[in-house]
Protein backbone atom coordinates (compact mmCIF):
# COMPACT_ATOMS: atom_id res chain seq x y z
CA UNK A 1 0.00 0.00 0.00
CA UNK A 2 1.54 3.43 -1.38
CA UNK A 3 0.01 6.74 -0.24
CA UNK A 4 1.75 10.02 -1.54
CA UNK A 5 1.08 13.81 -0.71
CA UNK A 6 1.87 16.09 -3.35
CA UNK A 7 1.27 19.59 -4.46
CA UNK A 8 0.54 20.87 -7.84
CA UNK A 9 -0.48 23.30 -10.40
CA UNK A 10 -3.32 23.70 -12.60
CA UNK A 11 -1.11 23.79 -15.82
CA UNK A 12 1.20 20.53 -14.79
CA UNK A 13 -1.58 18.60 -13.82
CA UNK A 14 -4.01 19.39 -16.28
CA UNK A 15 -1.81 20.53 -19.81
CA UNK A 16 1.67 18.25 -18.75
CA UNK A 17 -0.13 15.48 -17.60
CA UNK A 18 2.57 15.43 -13.86
CA UNK A 19 2.41 16.65 -10.64
CA UNK A 20 5.14 18.73 -8.94
CA UNK A 21 5.86 18.59 -5.49
CA UNK A 22 7.59 21.98 -5.73
CA UNK A 23 11.17 20.63 -6.39
CA UNK A 24 13.74 20.86 -8.48
CA UNK A 25 14.71 17.39 -8.26
CA UNK A 26 13.22 15.31 -11.13
CA UNK A 27 12.50 12.41 -8.49
CA UNK A 28 9.74 14.67 -7.31
CA UNK A 29 7.71 15.06 -10.38
CA UNK A 30 5.02 12.02 -10.98
CA UNK A 31 4.98 11.99 -14.28
CA UNK A 32 2.07 10.44 -16.66
CA UNK A 33 -0.56 11.65 -14.45
CA UNK A 34 -3.50 10.76 -17.07
CA UNK A 35 -6.86 11.67 -15.02
CA UNK A 36 -9.95 9.40 -15.19
CA UNK A 37 -13.45 9.22 -14.17
CA UNK A 38 -14.56 6.01 -13.00
CA UNK A 39 -17.94 4.64 -13.11
CA UNK A 40 -18.97 5.01 -9.37
CA UNK A 41 -18.49 8.88 -9.79
CA UNK A 42 -21.54 11.10 -9.57
CA UNK A 43 -22.33 13.25 -12.90
CA UNK A 44 -21.09 16.32 -13.24
CA UNK A 45 -23.85 18.65 -10.93
CA UNK A 46 -21.92 22.48 -11.06
CA UNK A 47 -23.77 24.65 -12.71
CA UNK A 48 -23.33 28.14 -13.95
CA UNK A 49 -23.58 29.50 -10.33
CA UNK A 50 -20.95 27.05 -8.92
CA UNK A 51 -18.22 27.94 -12.44
CA UNK A 52 -19.13 31.62 -11.91
CA UNK A 53 -17.60 31.65 -8.64
CA UNK A 54 -14.98 30.05 -9.29
CA UNK A 55 -13.61 31.65 -11.81
CA UNK A 56 -14.65 35.21 -8.95
CA UNK A 57 -12.52 33.58 -6.70
CA UNK A 58 -9.28 33.52 -8.83
CA UNK A 59 -9.57 36.76 -10.07
CA UNK A 60 -10.30 38.34 -6.89
CA UNK A 61 -6.70 36.08 -5.87
CA UNK A 62 -5.14 37.56 -8.94
CA UNK A 63 -6.14 41.17 -7.95
CA UNK A 64 -4.88 40.80 -4.40
CA UNK A 65 -1.61 39.42 -5.82
CA UNK A 66 -1.66 36.00 -3.92
CA UNK A 67 1.41 34.64 -5.57
CA UNK A 68 -0.23 30.54 -5.22
CA UNK A 69 -3.82 30.00 -4.40
CA UNK A 70 -5.26 26.90 -3.19
CA UNK A 71 -7.94 25.55 -5.06
CA UNK A 72 -8.83 22.39 -3.14
CA UNK A 73 -7.94 18.91 -3.21
CA UNK A 74 -8.04 16.16 -5.17
CA UNK A 75 -8.18 12.78 -4.02
CA UNK A 76 -6.66 9.81 -6.76
CA UNK A 77 -6.61 6.63 -6.90
CA UNK A 78 -3.73 4.95 -8.98
CA UNK A 79 -5.30 1.67 -10.60
CA UNK A 80 -3.94 -1.21 -12.16
CA UNK A 81 -4.10 0.02 -15.68
CA UNK A 82 -2.03 2.79 -14.68
CA UNK A 83 -5.22 5.45 -14.60
CA UNK A 84 -5.55 7.85 -11.93
CA UNK A 85 -9.04 7.24 -11.14
CA UNK A 86 -11.06 10.61 -9.37
CA UNK A 87 -12.19 9.67 -6.09
CA UNK A 88 -12.69 13.65 -5.10
CA UNK A 89 -12.50 16.52 -6.65
CA UNK A 90 -14.02 15.43 -10.42
CA UNK A 91 -16.65 18.69 -10.42
CA UNK A 92 -13.61 21.03 -9.70
CA UNK A 93 -11.24 19.52 -12.03
CA UNK A 94 -13.78 19.71 -15.21
CA UNK A 95 -14.81 23.00 -14.24
CA UNK A 96 -11.08 23.94 -14.74
CA UNK A 97 -10.94 22.12 -18.06
CA UNK A 98 -14.09 23.60 -19.15
CA UNK A 99 -12.10 26.95 -18.50
CA UNK A 100 -8.92 25.81 -19.99
CA UNK A 101 -10.95 25.67 -23.31
CA UNK A 102 -12.73 28.61 -22.83
CA UNK A 103 -8.89 29.97 -22.85
CA UNK A 104 -8.18 28.32 -26.10
CA UNK A 105 -6.14 25.60 -23.96
CA UNK A 106 -6.95 21.90 -24.73
CA UNK A 107 -7.05 19.61 -21.53
CA UNK A 108 -6.40 15.82 -22.54
CA UNK A 109 -9.13 15.13 -19.51
CA UNK A 110 -11.66 16.47 -21.81
CA UNK A 111 -11.52 13.81 -24.46
CA UNK A 112 -12.55 10.83 -22.75
CA UNK A 113 -15.89 9.40 -22.79
CA UNK A 114 -18.24 10.29 -19.89
CA UNK A 115 -21.68 8.95 -18.81
CA UNK A 116 -24.45 9.57 -21.12
CA UNK A 117 -26.87 11.73 -18.88
CA UNK A 118 -29.15 15.17 -18.13
CA UNK A 119 -26.47 16.33 -15.88
CA UNK A 120 -23.55 16.21 -17.48
CA UNK A 121 -24.71 16.70 -21.07
CA UNK A 122 -26.50 20.22 -20.14
CA UNK A 123 -23.77 21.29 -17.18
CA UNK A 124 -20.82 20.75 -19.03
CA UNK A 125 -22.69 22.66 -22.38
CA UNK A 126 -24.02 25.37 -20.57
CA UNK A 127 -21.13 25.97 -18.28
CA UNK A 128 -18.68 26.05 -21.04
CA UNK A 129 -20.66 29.01 -22.80
CA UNK A 130 -21.22 30.87 -19.69
CA UNK A 131 -17.46 31.05 -18.99
CA UNK A 132 -16.33 31.41 -22.97
CA UNK A 133 -18.53 34.50 -22.32
CA UNK A 134 -17.25 35.48 -19.52
CA UNK A 135 -13.64 35.38 -20.27
CA UNK A 136 -14.28 37.22 -23.60
CA UNK A 137 -14.58 40.03 -20.85
CA UNK A 138 -11.78 40.12 -19.67
CA UNK A 139 -9.24 42.36 -21.28
CA UNK A 140 -5.64 40.62 -20.17
CA UNK A 141 -6.84 37.12 -21.07
CA UNK A 142 -3.05 36.04 -21.33
CA UNK A 143 -2.39 37.25 -18.05
CA UNK A 144 -5.16 35.88 -16.41
CA UNK A 145 -4.64 32.60 -17.89
CA UNK A 146 -0.79 31.96 -16.65
CA UNK A 147 -2.48 32.93 -13.42
CA UNK A 148 -4.57 30.08 -13.70
CA UNK A 149 -1.80 27.56 -14.82
CA UNK A 150 1.26 28.48 -12.67
CA UNK A 151 -0.12 30.04 -9.78
CA UNK A 152 -3.35 28.02 -8.87
CA UNK A 153 -2.15 25.30 -7.01
CA UNK A 154 -4.20 21.77 -6.05
CA UNK A 155 -3.66 19.77 -3.05
CA UNK A 156 -2.99 16.06 -3.94
CA UNK A 157 -3.61 12.57 -2.19
CA UNK A 158 -2.43 9.69 -4.37
CA UNK A 159 -3.07 5.97 -3.54
CA UNK A 160 -3.25 2.78 -5.39
CA UNK A 161 -5.61 1.36 -2.61
CA UNK A 162 -9.37 1.79 -3.43
CA UNK A 163 -10.68 1.17 0.39
CA UNK A 164 -7.59 4.08 1.70
CA UNK A 165 -8.87 6.20 -1.27
CA UNK A 166 -12.36 5.66 0.47
CA UNK A 167 -11.17 6.41 3.76
CA UNK A 168 -9.64 9.21 3.41
CA UNK A 169 -12.50 10.54 1.27
CA UNK A 170 -15.13 9.73 4.45
CA UNK A 171 -12.40 11.35 7.01
CA UNK A 172 -12.34 14.65 4.90
CA UNK A 173 -16.20 14.58 4.33
CA UNK A 174 -16.65 13.61 7.95
CA UNK A 175 -15.02 16.58 8.92
CA UNK A 176 -16.14 18.90 6.68
CA UNK A 177 -19.36 18.20 8.27
CA UNK A 178 -18.51 19.54 11.77
CA UNK A 179 -18.02 22.64 9.68
CA UNK A 180 -21.66 24.46 9.69
CA UNK A 181 -22.50 26.92 6.98
CA UNK A 182 -22.47 30.19 9.41
CA UNK A 183 -18.82 28.56 10.36
CA UNK A 184 -17.79 29.33 7.17
CA UNK A 185 -19.36 32.64 6.96
CA UNK A 186 -17.33 33.44 10.14
CA UNK A 187 -14.11 32.93 8.42
CA UNK A 188 -15.30 34.39 5.25
CA UNK A 189 -16.10 37.54 6.95
CA UNK A 190 -13.06 37.45 9.04
CA UNK A 191 -10.54 37.44 5.65
CA UNK A 192 -13.09 40.80 4.91
CA UNK A 193 -11.57 42.46 8.15
CA UNK A 194 -8.24 43.31 6.91
CA UNK A 195 -8.31 47.22 8.49
CA UNK A 196 -9.88 46.11 12.23
CA UNK A 197 -7.01 45.80 14.58
CA UNK A 198 -6.20 42.43 16.83
CA UNK A 199 -7.70 43.57 19.72
CA UNK A 200 -11.53 44.15 17.75
CA UNK A 201 -10.96 41.49 15.83
CA UNK A 202 -10.31 39.46 18.83
CA UNK A 203 -13.77 41.03 20.73
CA UNK A 204 -15.99 40.50 17.59
CA UNK A 205 -15.14 36.45 17.70
CA UNK A 206 -15.59 36.28 21.53
CA UNK A 207 -18.61 38.51 21.20
CA UNK A 208 -19.82 35.67 18.13
CA UNK A 209 -18.29 32.51 20.28
CA UNK A 210 -20.72 33.47 23.34
CA UNK A 211 -23.86 32.92 21.04
CA UNK A 212 -25.29 29.39 21.38
CA UNK A 213 -23.51 28.18 17.98
CA UNK A 214 -26.24 25.67 17.48
CA UNK A 215 -29.20 28.21 17.98
CA UNK A 216 -26.84 30.15 15.80
CA UNK A 217 -26.65 27.75 13.38
CA UNK A 218 -30.21 27.18 12.95
CA UNK A 219 -31.32 30.80 12.58
CA UNK A 220 -28.81 31.35 9.71
CA UNK A 221 -30.42 27.49 7.86
CA UNK A 222 -34.03 27.52 9.00
CA UNK A 223 -34.87 31.53 9.32
CA UNK A 224 -32.52 33.83 7.24
CA UNK A 225 -31.65 31.60 4.38
CA UNK A 226 -35.31 30.57 4.13
CA UNK A 227 -36.44 33.65 4.64
CA UNK A 228 -34.81 35.27 1.72
CA UNK A 229 -35.47 32.52 -0.76
CA UNK A 230 -39.44 33.04 -0.10
CA UNK A 231 -39.10 36.59 -0.17
CA UNK A 232 -37.92 36.13 -3.82
CA UNK A 233 -40.77 33.56 -4.44
CA UNK A 234 -38.29 30.65 -4.47
CA UNK A 235 -38.85 27.44 -2.91
CA UNK A 236 -36.10 27.24 0.15
CA UNK A 237 -34.01 23.98 0.10
CA UNK A 238 -30.97 23.20 2.33
CA UNK A 239 -28.26 25.79 3.17
CA UNK A 240 -25.15 24.67 2.80
CA UNK A 241 -20.98 25.90 1.34
CA UNK A 242 -22.67 25.72 -1.91
CA UNK A 243 -25.34 28.66 -1.74
CA UNK A 244 -23.61 31.20 1.08
CA UNK A 245 -23.56 33.46 -1.60
CA UNK A 246 -26.60 35.85 0.09
CA UNK A 247 -24.70 35.96 3.30
CA UNK A 248 -21.47 36.75 1.55
CA UNK A 249 -22.70 40.34 1.30
CA UNK A 250 -21.17 43.69 -0.41
CA UNK A 251 -17.24 43.53 -0.28
CA UNK A 252 -14.79 47.08 -0.19
CA UNK A 253 -14.33 46.30 -3.64
CA UNK A 254 -17.53 46.09 -5.07
CA UNK A 255 -18.06 49.62 -6.39
CA UNK A 256 -21.21 49.45 -8.06
CA UNK A 257 -24.49 51.93 -8.07
CA UNK A 258 -26.45 49.15 -5.69
CA UNK A 259 -23.32 48.25 -3.84
CA UNK A 260 -22.49 51.80 -2.86
CA UNK A 261 -26.31 52.53 -1.63
CA UNK A 262 -26.61 49.79 0.32
CA UNK A 263 -22.53 50.74 1.76
CA UNK A 264 -23.63 54.32 2.15
CA UNK A 265 -26.50 53.41 4.14
CA UNK A 266 -24.95 51.22 6.62
CA UNK A 267 -22.15 53.95 7.01
CA UNK A 268 -24.76 57.00 7.80
CA UNK A 269 -26.56 54.22 10.06
CA UNK A 270 -23.45 53.99 12.10
CA UNK A 271 -22.49 57.55 11.88
CA UNK A 272 -25.90 58.44 13.72
CA UNK A 273 -25.56 56.27 15.67
CA UNK A 274 -22.40 56.97 17.42
CA UNK A 275 -23.43 60.51 17.49
CA UNK A 276 -24.77 62.72 20.30
CA UNK A 277 -27.74 63.01 17.50
CA UNK A 278 -30.58 60.03 18.54
CA UNK A 279 -30.26 61.32 22.46
CA UNK A 280 -30.57 65.18 21.33
CA UNK A 281 -33.04 64.99 18.83
CA UNK A 282 -35.46 62.54 20.77
CA UNK A 283 -35.27 60.13 16.99
CA UNK A 284 -34.28 56.62 17.09
CA UNK A 285 -31.28 54.44 17.22
CA UNK A 286 -31.52 53.57 13.22
CA UNK A 287 -31.05 49.47 12.45
CA UNK A 288 -28.51 49.48 10.00
CA UNK A 289 -29.68 45.47 8.60
CA UNK A 290 -32.80 44.35 6.74
CA UNK A 291 -33.44 40.98 5.53
CA UNK A 292 -34.37 41.70 2.20
CA UNK A 293 -31.42 43.41 1.18
CA UNK A 294 -27.53 42.63 0.92
CA UNK A 295 -25.03 42.37 4.14
CA UNK A 296 -21.86 44.69 4.27
CA UNK A 297 -19.55 41.93 4.39
CA UNK A 298 -16.45 42.23 7.32
CA UNK A 299 -17.46 43.61 10.52
CA UNK A 300 -21.13 44.10 9.85
CA UNK A 301 -21.78 40.77 9.62
CA UNK A 302 -21.28 39.90 13.10
CA UNK A 303 -23.30 42.77 13.91
CA UNK A 304 -26.24 41.41 11.65
CA UNK A 305 -25.87 37.64 12.93
CA UNK A 306 -26.20 39.50 16.55
CA UNK A 307 -29.27 41.23 15.65
CA UNK A 308 -31.34 38.73 14.52
CA UNK A 309 -30.28 36.28 16.62
CA UNK A 310 -31.78 38.51 19.57
CA UNK A 311 -34.50 39.29 17.52
CA UNK A 312 -35.39 35.68 17.09
CA UNK A 313 -34.98 35.20 20.82
CA UNK A 314 -37.26 37.60 21.59
CA UNK A 315 -39.99 36.63 19.10
CA UNK A 316 -40.06 33.16 21.02
CA UNK A 317 -40.27 34.20 24.08
CA UNK A 318 -43.50 34.87 25.88
CA UNK A 319 -42.61 35.86 28.65
CA UNK A 320 -44.53 39.15 29.87
CA UNK A 321 -42.40 40.10 31.32
CA UNK A 322 -38.88 40.12 28.98
CA UNK A 323 -38.32 41.56 25.64
CA UNK A 324 -39.81 43.87 23.23
CA UNK A 325 -42.05 42.06 20.88
CA UNK A 326 -44.19 38.89 21.68
CA UNK A 327 -45.26 39.11 25.50
CA UNK A 328 -48.36 37.43 27.16
CA UNK A 329 -49.76 36.61 23.94
CA UNK A 330 -52.94 34.06 24.07
CA UNK A 331 -52.53 32.87 20.85
CA UNK A 332 -48.42 32.18 21.45
CA UNK A 333 -49.58 30.23 25.06
CA UNK A 334 -51.45 27.52 23.15
CA UNK A 335 -49.09 27.26 20.37
CA UNK A 336 -46.28 26.97 23.36
CA UNK A 337 -48.04 23.65 24.72
CA UNK A 338 -46.05 21.26 23.98
CA UNK A 339 -48.61 18.88 21.68
CA UNK A 340 -48.28 21.21 19.45
CA UNK A 341 -44.79 21.80 19.85
CA UNK A 342 -44.23 18.13 18.82
CA UNK A 343 -43.97 16.25 15.63
CA UNK A 344 -42.96 17.71 11.54
CA UNK A 345 -45.58 19.28 10.63
CA UNK A 346 -46.48 21.53 13.97
CA UNK A 347 -42.90 22.16 14.14
CA UNK A 348 -42.73 23.32 10.37
CA UNK A 349 -45.57 25.48 10.92
CA UNK A 350 -44.34 26.89 13.89
CA UNK A 351 -41.36 27.87 11.76
CA UNK A 352 -43.96 29.66 9.20
CA UNK A 353 -45.14 31.59 11.95
CA UNK A 354 -42.06 32.66 13.84
CA UNK A 355 -40.26 33.53 10.45
CA UNK A 356 -43.31 35.77 9.69
CA UNK A 357 -43.15 37.77 12.92
CA UNK A 358 -39.88 37.61 12.51
CA UNK A 359 -39.65 39.73 9.23
CA UNK A 360 -42.70 41.74 10.35
CA UNK A 361 -40.58 43.27 13.02
CA UNK A 362 -37.60 43.55 10.90
CA UNK A 363 -39.27 45.71 8.37
CA UNK A 364 -41.85 47.61 10.89
CA UNK A 365 -40.98 47.33 14.36
CA UNK A 366 -38.13 49.83 16.34
CA UNK A 367 -35.14 48.36 18.58
CA UNK A 368 -37.68 49.75 21.35
CA UNK A 369 -41.15 49.60 20.13
CA UNK A 370 -43.96 52.14 21.56
CA UNK A 371 -47.19 50.95 22.42
CA UNK A 372 -48.58 51.68 19.13
CA UNK A 373 -45.75 49.52 17.28
CA UNK A 374 -46.78 46.59 19.81
CA UNK A 375 -50.50 47.44 18.85
CA UNK A 376 -49.84 47.08 15.36
CA UNK A 377 -47.79 43.77 15.79
CA UNK A 378 -50.61 42.09 17.61
CA UNK A 379 -52.65 42.80 14.97
CA UNK A 380 -50.27 41.03 12.23
CA UNK A 381 -49.77 37.91 14.95
CA UNK A 382 -52.98 36.89 13.90
CA UNK A 383 -52.86 37.40 10.66
CA UNK A 384 -49.42 35.54 10.62
CA UNK A 385 -50.99 32.65 13.03
CA UNK A 386 -54.09 32.21 10.52
CA UNK A 387 -51.97 31.80 7.42
CA UNK A 388 -49.83 29.29 8.94
CA UNK A 389 -52.13 27.64 10.63
CA UNK A 390 -54.41 27.25 7.76
CA UNK A 391 -51.63 25.06 6.25
CA UNK A 392 -51.83 23.04 9.72
CA UNK A 393 -55.04 22.20 9.85
CA UNK A 394 -55.97 21.39 6.37
CA UNK A 395 -53.16 18.47 6.43
CA UNK A 396 -53.31 15.38 8.75
CA UNK A 397 -49.75 14.99 7.58
CA UNK A 398 -47.86 17.75 6.76
CA UNK A 399 -43.92 17.52 5.11
CA UNK A 400 -41.49 20.19 3.66
CA UNK A 401 -43.22 19.66 0.21
CA UNK A 402 -46.87 20.82 0.80
CA UNK A 403 -45.25 23.41 2.86
CA UNK A 404 -42.82 24.70 0.23
CA UNK A 405 -45.99 24.85 -2.26
CA UNK A 406 -47.83 26.37 0.07
CA UNK A 407 -45.52 29.62 0.79
CA UNK A 408 -44.90 30.21 -2.63
CA UNK A 409 -48.73 29.98 -3.71
CA UNK A 410 -48.51 26.51 -6.00
CA UNK A 411 -51.17 24.70 -2.88
CA UNK A 412 -54.65 24.24 -3.93
CA UNK A 413 -55.14 24.62 -0.18
CA UNK A 414 -56.99 27.74 1.14
CA UNK A 415 -54.88 30.78 2.26
CA UNK A 416 -51.72 29.54 0.02
CA UNK A 417 -50.23 32.52 -1.26
CA UNK A 418 -46.49 34.58 0.26
CA UNK A 419 -46.84 35.90 2.49
CA UNK A 420 -43.02 37.37 3.47
CA UNK A 421 -43.40 38.78 -0.18
CA UNK A 422 -46.29 40.95 0.44
CA UNK A 423 -44.55 41.69 4.14
CA UNK A 424 -41.68 43.30 2.18
CA UNK A 425 -43.80 44.59 -0.73
CA UNK A 426 -45.98 46.98 1.69
CA UNK A 427 -44.76 50.49 2.80
CA UNK A 428 -46.69 50.37 6.20
CA UNK A 429 -48.48 48.07 8.62
CA UNK A 430 -51.58 49.30 7.92
CA UNK A 431 -51.42 48.31 4.16
CA UNK A 432 -50.22 45.04 4.62
CA UNK A 433 -53.22 44.84 7.26
CA UNK A 434 -55.23 45.54 4.33
CA UNK A 435 -54.26 43.02 1.94
CA UNK A 436 -53.34 40.21 4.68
CA UNK A 437 -57.73 40.43 5.22
CA UNK A 438 -58.44 40.70 2.07
CA UNK A 439 -56.36 37.72 0.79
CA UNK A 440 -57.48 35.62 3.88
CA UNK A 441 -60.58 33.26 4.02
CA UNK A 442 -62.06 30.85 6.34
CA UNK A 443 -61.27 27.63 6.32
CA UNK A 444 -63.21 24.66 6.41
CA UNK A 445 -63.46 22.44 10.39
CA UNK A 446 -61.62 19.64 10.09
CA UNK A 447 -63.68 16.52 9.57
CA UNK A 448 -62.22 15.00 13.09
CA UNK A 449 -63.88 17.60 14.62
CA UNK A 450 -67.46 17.47 12.95
CA UNK A 451 -69.82 17.41 15.37
CA UNK A 452 -71.35 14.03 15.85
CA UNK A 453 -75.45 14.78 16.36
CA UNK A 454 -75.47 11.66 18.73
CA UNK A 455 -72.46 12.36 21.02
CA UNK A 456 -72.85 16.49 20.56
CA UNK A 457 -68.72 16.46 20.45
CA UNK A 458 -66.67 17.65 17.69
CA UNK A 459 -65.68 21.63 17.58
CA UNK A 460 -66.98 21.66 20.93
CA UNK A 461 -63.40 20.49 22.03
CA UNK A 462 -61.80 23.62 20.56
CA UNK A 463 -63.53 25.34 23.04
CA UNK A 464 -61.66 23.61 25.94
CA UNK A 465 -59.24 25.39 28.68
CA UNK A 466 -56.36 24.03 30.96
CA UNK A 467 -56.36 25.06 34.56
CA UNK A 468 -54.88 28.45 33.75
CA UNK A 469 -57.29 29.37 31.00
CA UNK A 470 -55.15 28.41 28.10
CA UNK A 471 -57.33 27.18 25.01
CA UNK A 472 -56.35 23.72 24.36
CA UNK A 473 -56.73 23.75 20.78
CA UNK A 474 -55.54 26.65 18.06
CA UNK A 475 -58.39 26.34 16.05
CA UNK A 476 -60.06 28.43 18.65
CA UNK A 477 -58.37 31.63 17.87
CA UNK A 478 -59.71 30.44 13.73
CA UNK A 479 -63.49 30.53 15.45
CA UNK A 480 -62.75 33.56 17.35
CA UNK A 481 -61.67 35.28 14.81
CA UNK A 482 -64.12 34.12 12.11
CA UNK A 483 -62.18 32.38 10.26
CA UNK A 484 -63.29 28.97 11.01
CA UNK A 485 -66.76 27.76 8.95
CA UNK A 486 -68.35 25.62 10.93
CA UNK A 487 -71.05 23.47 10.00
Known sequence: ???????????????????????????????????????????????????????????????????????????????????YDIVDGQQRTISFCLLLKALNQAPEFLFQPIEDN??????????????????GN????????????????????????????????????????????????????LREMKDIDAIETEKIVND???LNQKELSTL???????????????????????????????????????????????????????????????????????IATPIVAGQPFFGYAKHYFTILKDVQ????YEGYYINDNFIVKTLDQRKWKNGVGNRITRLLFDTAILLYIDRFCPEKPSQSDNELLDQFVIYAFIWAYSLRAQYTSLGWLSAQNYVVGYSSVRNSFNIYKIIVESDSPSTLHGRLADLLSPIPLPSNLVVDPNTNEGDSNIEKKD???????????????NFLEVK
Open 208 to 210: WEE
Open 220 to 290: FSDYLYRLKEWIKGNRAGELSEHNLECFKGITRNDNFPYAQFYKGAFAYAEMVNQSSMPFVSGMRDFIPFQ
Open 467 to 481: NEGIYLHYLHFFKEY
Open 1 to 83: MELRLAITTIGNLLLKACISQRTTAEKDVIKDVHLSIPDYQRPYKWTVKNVYQLLDDIEEARHQNKETYRVGTLILHHNKNGK
Open 118 to 135: QYNLHNLINNYRALARRV
Open 317 to 320: NNDK
Open 138 to 189: IPDKKDFCEYILEHCELIVVITNNLSEAFQFFDSQNARGKKLYPHDLLKAYH
